[in-house]
């Protein structure tokens, strides 16, 4: 949604981000108040109208229990933050969610009877829910990190075991000298 409201407008996205800046007056105590409609000048009429546009997008963006959710709020960025907030969850929801996805890109690697194509799209979903929660890496440690499966594949291809047989005449041993021999053979493995 972020994109497509820059795409739009980019002053809708700032006024989504930093608030609505509707025309206000103060009274004669100081405080700030809504400016009265029939006192509106032409900047007053785009800010408002701008404000509008921003609500419009939004609401035509939503489901209905979406809209449930953002109806009773007065700015755009009230909304915004709601929606933030129902998506994304709180700062410490993202934390939990950036480390848990850390966690998945560092341990990723290729599960049995799976093809690459299908490793690949757990990476790059792996990367996009990272990005859109601002965790980002450059290209040269994606790279590394798509390179270093296929040394971990080299080094598992390398390991061999040979194993070495000979008969063995039971005439004269007993079976627990076999035992004996046999134990540090099997620990080994």
């Given at each position: ?11 809708l996205w700032d006024l989504i981000v ?124 994606l790279v590394r990190k798509v390179l ?42």
């Open positions: 949604m972020t994109i497509f409201i820059q795409s739009l407008d980019y002053n930093d608030g609505s800046n509707l025309p206000t007056i103060r009274s004669e105590n100081g405080d700030v108040l809504p400016k009265p409609r029939n006192t509106y000048n032409d900047d007053d009429r785009r800010r408002i109208q701008t404000n509008a546009k921003a609500k419009h997008i939004i609401i035509c963006a939503i489901n209905s229990s979406e809209f449930n959710r953002v109806s009773s709020c007065n700015s755009t960025k009230e909304m915004w933050d709601r929606l933030k907030v129902t998506y994304e969850g709180t700062n410490q929801v993202k934390d939990a969610k950036i480390s848990m996805l850390v966690h998945d890109y560092e341990l990723l690697s290729m599960n049995e009877n799976e093809d690459i194509k299908s490793r690949f799209t757990r990476f790059i979903n792996i990367i996009n829910a990272l990005q859109s929660l601002d965790k980002t890496y450059s290209n040269s440690e270093k499966y296929d040394e971990e594949k080299e080094k598992k291809k390398k390991k061999v075991v040979a194993l070495k047989s000979s008969e063995i005449d039971d005439s004269d041993d007993n079976e627990e000298d076999d035992d004996e021999d046999l134990a540090p053979f099997t620990r080994k493995f």
